[in-house]
């Protein structure tokens, strides 16, 4: 059983800075690529960043320069580090996992559970 677990959300004042982490727990499997979606009120769920097997990161565009993912892969985690961040970042980030699964052999997404973001003075 696989399983996803968020931590690092919270307050900050515009300008500041946020790591979040998501940890993939379970066996079997390898990851091809995680990353992290975003949803504000009332706003359609974005693709935030990804970062692949290989290393290579992907970015929404009104993030680019500000947001960092990374990965540890012996710890199977993955981080995503926010610097000046804005009132309009305020949102739910949920984390994803896009794995091979073995025994039997198969593919398929993970969710973490969301963490709340909030952006404010």
């Known amino acids: 059983q696989v399983q996803l677990v968020e931590s690092g959300g919270g307050l900050v004042q515009p300008g500041g800075s946020l790591r979040l982490s998501c940890a993939a727990s379970g066996s079997d499997f390898d990851i091809n690529a995680m990353g992290w979606y975003r949803q504000a009120p009332g706003k359609q769920r974005e693709l935030v960043a990804t970062?692949?097997?290989?290393?290579?990161?992907n970015y929404v565009d009104s993030v680019k320069g500000r947001f960092t993912a990374s990965r540890d892969n012996a710890q199977n985690t993955v981080y995503l580090q926010m610097t000046s961040l804005k009132p309009e970042d305020t949102a739910v980030y949920f984390c994803y996992a896009y794995l091979t699964l073995y025994g039997p052999y198969s593919t398929r997404d993970y969710w973490g559970q969301g963490t709340q973001v909030t952006v404010s003075s």
């Open positions: 970062i692949v097997s290989g290393g290579g990161t």
